[in-house]
């Protein structure tokens, strides 16, 4: 694959990886923003939400990709079980919060909304950590054959 050459300096370059990096986030937050404001607007079928949850599904799978693939995680979290856990009860406490809403503004029970939150916060964390210590197994995994595999390469000569 034939690359152009870059007209920008090492200061701009870094410049527009920091700019390309905030619109990445500008875009994930802002589909998660606008998929919640639907949804809890009465407005949030499948019909009206599919795109935006198709390009959210999209960024965020090629992000975790790419970044397992580069041996990367997280600039300040470690990969470990206390991190998973309380990023997946964070995630869970959101979508039951949410879903709490939406369960009392369309029937009005209290005891029934709070039976969903309960069910959705326990859910949406079970499942979140499970995915996350996967996630968390295959960066160990490949930072580990990165890191190795100089040596090996060394070896072999």
């Not at 693939?69 to 309380?86: D, H, Q, Y």
């Not at 949410?98 to 499942?127: D, E, Q, T």
């Amino acid at each position: 694959m034939k690359t152009n050459k870059s007209n920008l300096d090492e200061m701009q370059e870094l410049k527009m990886l920091k700019i390309e990096h905030n619109c990445y986030h500008m875009a994930l937050w802002g589909l998660v923003a606008a998929i919640l404001v639907q949804e809890l607007m009465g407005h949030g079928s499948l019909e009206y939400i599919v795109g935006e949850c198709l390009i959210l599904i999209s960024i965020s799978i090629y992000m975790v990709a790419a970044c397992i693939k580069n041996g990367i995680w997280e600039r300040k979290l470690k990969p470990n079980a206390k991190t998973n856990a309380l990023v997946s009860m964070l995630a869970g406490a959101v979508m039951g919060l949410v879903w709490f809403i939406v369960s009392y503004r369309n029937y009005h029970k209290l005891a029934g909304s709070v039976a969903v939150f309960v069910f959705m916060f326990l859910m949406v964390s079970i499942m979140c950590f499970a995915v996350l210590s996967v996630m968390c197994n295959a960066y160990k995994k490949r930072k580990d054959r990165m890191e190795n595999q100089p040596e090996q390469e060394e070896n072999e000569e």
